[in-house]
Nanobody, 124 residues
Framework: QLAESGGGQVQTGGSLRLSCTAS????????MAWFRQAPGKEREFVGA????????YYKDSVKGRFTISRDNAKNMVYLQLNNLTPEDTAVYYC???????????????????WGQGTQVTVSA
């Protein structure tokens, strides 16, 4: 199971830190990703930490503003959101998968495990 926390409402330019707590299995061997879904839009890839290397990958529009980190010892993944804009308003989801192939990393349907999401609202 995955559980996100840390969402909230901030003004443009503000910051938030989202947390994802995994229970039931170790995340060490999992690709851990963040997706988001805005009202009326499809769920989109935000970024991921690849399972074997921990290497980080991001959606272009969040590069330099968002940072993923993972603490395998605590079974947690984080998403630091900086310099937020209203376009970042969405429900943010944590996702995990053990056997994901690299080319599917940005495809939501390829992930087996999901959290319930946490709302991030950025006001102008």
């Amino acid at each position: 199971q995955l559980a996100e926390s840390g969402g909230g409402q901030v003004q443009t330019g503000g910051s938030l830190r989202l947390s994802c707590t995994a229970s039931g299995r170790a995340i060490t061997s999992h690709t851990m990703a963040w997706f988001r879904q805005a009202p009326g839009k499809e769920r989109e890839f935000v970024g991921a930490s690849w399972r074997s290397t921990g290497r980080l990958y991001y959606k272009d529009s969040v590069k330099g503003r968002f940072t993923i980190s993972r603490d395998n010892a605590k079974n947690m993944v984080y998403l630091q959101l900086n310099n937020l804009t209203p376009e970042d308003t969405a429900v943010y989801y944590c996702a995990a998968d053990l056997q994901l192939i690299f080319s599917s990393m940005r495809i939501a349907e390829q992930y087996d495990y999901w959290g319930q999401g946490t709302q991030v609202t950025v006001s102008a």
